[in-house]
């Protein structure tokens, strides 16, 4: 039987060894946290995740649990719009428009309830080497044992221990930026009238849409999105308002207490409903991320070795700062994308095939959204009144561009 190890259990690593064990591998996946588990954020899935997930099979699983992701429409800290929803969002309409949020534990939920129960999952296992022999098959260990496979796929994230290793010319910088997320429960959301009617001015999402959106200001961005329906699922901490926000600058190592003190003072004076969601914000809501990117990205995701070989994936190829909001979605689609070139690949030659057309398939596209992905990042954090006025011209010059890069569609 063809044997897989997936390192790493995030959204590609899950991702990938269900579509690996559904497609006949038999599958190990090390992960180095003492369980598999999502953190309390949510995530943005564009068309381009919806369809990888379709691709997947895992996509009615998703839609149980997402709601309407917010309109692509961007506004001022004061309210007035930048681009209008209906604009950003140009003709795209129907299932392949779909863009939906989803809570991260929602997301996980549904990806372990799709591998099934014939994948071998250790956790605990931090992997630290890789065997680097083009005539020995892959194998990767931790400090006991050794896991040998026809195929190891790396999705370890951005520090990636597998891809420093074969693609060393690769390395995971600082973006620049600070970004905080926090989920808000319904039963502790503010009351109000922008929230709870969906008719209220500056707050209607464009058709298929719901409330919620993108507002930027001086290199500071706020988005936030409705999870479900305030009432219709009583205390689930799964369930209310998320939002994400963005400031120049470095990692903050102060108490949640404190960095949720300077948020708000950040963010004073930004249109309704901001302010009202600080103050509902608890420290405990708090999630921060250090934002790093790959600088450059792998010249190849693909090594042969032995009758197969590895192949990086996810954060693991190609982590790009969060500003286009696509890292999860890119991860799925690099798991449909393997899970078809692999459908029918065996030991030997086939597989070698396979492993090297990967790179073929997903390296020009995904080195293009990286590009993309840094000029939105400078575009966003354009700071003074010169560059952000330049900024806010170029996003009223070419609004359906803009919302066609957020939603990934294959027209860019
Ligand atoms: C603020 C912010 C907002 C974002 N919003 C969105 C969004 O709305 N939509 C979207 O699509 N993307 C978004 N992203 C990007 C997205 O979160 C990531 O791109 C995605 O989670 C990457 O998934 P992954 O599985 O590749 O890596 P990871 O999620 O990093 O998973 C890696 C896994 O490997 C494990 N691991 C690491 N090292 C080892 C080792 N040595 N041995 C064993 N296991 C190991 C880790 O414990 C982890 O479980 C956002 C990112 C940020 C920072």
Known sequence: MRSA????????????????????????????????????????????????????????????????????????????????????????????????????????DTLVAGLGDRIDIRTGVAVRSVRLARDAPPAVSDSRATWEADLIVAADGVDSIVRRRLAPESTAVAAGSAAWRAVIPWFRAPSLPDLDSPGSPGLVGAAGTSLGGETLGAGHRFRYALLGERGA??????????????????YRPEPPLTQLSLLRRWFADWHSPIGELFAATEPGDLIQHPVAELRPIPRSFSFRAGQGGYILLGDAAHAMSHHLSHGACLALEDAAALQSLLRDATPGRSLGTAIDAYTRERRPRLARIVRQSRRVGAMFAANGSLAGRARDAALGLSPGLLGRVLRGSRTH
């Open 233 to 250: 699922t009583g205390t689930s901490s799964r369930r209310g308002v998320y939002w994400a926000a963005t400031v120049p600058g470095a």
């Open 5 to 108: 190890v997936v390192v790493g259990a995030g959204i590609g690593g899950l991702a990938v060894a269900g579509a690996l064990a559904r497609t006949g591998w038999q599958v190990t996946l090390l992960e180095r946290a003492d369980r598999l588990r999502a953190d309390t954020a949510a995530l943005l899935i564009w068309p381009d995740g919806v369809r990888a997930l379709r691709a997947l099979g895992l996509a009615d699983g998703l839609r149980a649990v997402a709601s309407p992701a917010p309109s692509t429409g961007i506004r001022r800290p004061n309210g007035q719009w930048l681009v209008q929803p209906d604009l950003a969002n140009g003709s795209e309409t129907g299932e392949d428009a779909e863009s939906l949020v989803v809570h991260r534990e929602d997301l996980h």
